[in-house]
Each structure stands twice: as structure tokens, then as C-alpha cells.
């Protein structure tokens, strides 16, 4: 396993548990407008890595007081080139796009159960995937999952809902939805926060933000 596969992973979740922020700062500014904006951000930064920074922006770069903030985009694409992946450097950051997809559906649909969403995509697909790459052993059958990561992720989701929200029943099936769509979705960073956003407010768990 490539050592960027792991920061890559933290990397995602801290991103995932980020994405948060606009719930803690509803009274001030609706989470709506903050998630539209990150979203066409998103997009347009994997327009951009897709097809190229435009050539009048990259000619802007050439001049003396850009240089410095030509460094820092060196720097990053240093730290990108280590932890993205192989398709990813053919089609674009796929995982950054869906992943602000999934959370923002989440949030437009399920409105303040999106933190469930989140939390599932932090832990539930982080988790088991760090656990997994590392530690696991036994394939699950028709997924490329062990049963060692997903069992750590569906675990650490459950102990986090369960303390969250004292409603071990609420939670148990939270994350055994989560875990599944984990295991079988098409793109687990739209379907898992959709899912377990879903599932949260169908059986009507609490507010957490």
C-alpha cells in the first residue's frame, strides 16, 4: 500500500467532518448559501484540474508578484500528486467533486441530518478503508472491501452515534445502512452521506447541530 493511500484517507475525512462547519454557523448565515458557494467552488477547481488553469490565468502567473503564490501551488500539487490516485490523475479529483456532492444533496434533502451523513463519510469510509489497506485480510464477497475494514467502520460509527445520541437501536441501524451502501455503492462518497442521512431521518434521530 502506498503511504498516500492513508494520508490521502485522513485527508479525507478532516474534509468530510469539515464540511460541517456551515450547520455551526446557521446563526449567522444560511447553510444553504455556504454549501451552494463550496459547491461551485469545488467545481470549478475540478474544472480546472481537468482541463487546465486557463492561459490568461497562467500568463498572470508568469509576473514577478505571483511567483510566491506559484510556490504555494507547487507545494500543493506536491501533496496532491502523493495522495491522489490513479484515475484520478487521468479524469480529475473525482473524490473531492462527489464528495461535495453527497454532502450537499444530503444537506438540500435532509436538512440538518446531513451531520449523520458526514459523520458516516468520515468514519464509515475512512476508517474502514484505513483499516482495511493496513490490516485487512479476508475479501468480502462481490466488493474489493475487507471484512476487517468495514467491521472497524460500521464500529467506530456506531460507538460515535451511540454516544451522540444515547439511541443505540437509531444508530445500530444507521450504520449497518451505512456500512452496506459503503460496501455496494456505486461512488460511496455520494451514496454513503445520502444513505445514512436518509436512514437518520426516516427513523428520526435527533438533531445533533
Excluded: C
Amino acid at each position: 500500500m502506498r503511504p498516500g493511500e492513508t494520508v490521502r484517507k485522513i485527508i479525507h475525512m478532516i474534509f468530510s467532518l469539515l464540511l460541517s462547519v456551515p450547520l455551526m454557523l446557521s446563526g449567522f448565515i444560511d447553510p444553504g448559501i455556504i454549501y451552494g458557494v463550496i459547491l461551485a467552488i469545488g467545481g470549478t477547481v475540478y474544472s480546472v484540474q481537468v482541463k487546465g488553469i486557463p492561459s490568461w490565468l497562467r500568463a498572470g502567473m508568469q509576473l514577478p508578484q505571483m511567483r510566491q503564490i506559484e510556490s504555494v501551488i507547487e507545494s500543493f500539487e506536491k501533496l496532491i500528486n502523493m495522495v491522489e490516485r490513479d484515475y484520478e490523475r487521468r479524469s480529475g479529483w473525482l473524490g473531492l467533486i462527489s464528495g461535495l456532492i453527497g454532502g450537499t444533496s444530503s444537506y438540500f434533502i435532509f436538512g440538518r441530518h446531513v451531520i449523520y451523513g458526514l459523520l458516516g463519510l468520515a468514519l464509515v469510509d475512512g476508517i474502514s478503508t484505513i483499516v482495511g489497506m493496513n490490516m485487512g485480510i479476508k475479501k468480502i464477497p462481490f466488493s474489493d472491501k475487507t471484512i476487517e475494514g468495514t467491521v472497524s467502520g460500521f464500529l467506530s460509527f456506531l460507538v460515535v452515534l451511540s454516544l451522540l445520541t444515547s439511541d443505540l437501536t437509531g444508530s445500530l441501524m444507521v450504520a449497518i445502512f451505512s456500512s452496506l451502501t459503503e460496501l455496494y455503492g456505486i461512488e460511496d462518497n455520494i451514496t454513503v452521506p445520502i444513505v445514512a442521512s436518509a436512514s437518520s431521518y426516516l427513523i428520526g434521530m435527533p438533531i445533533l447541530l
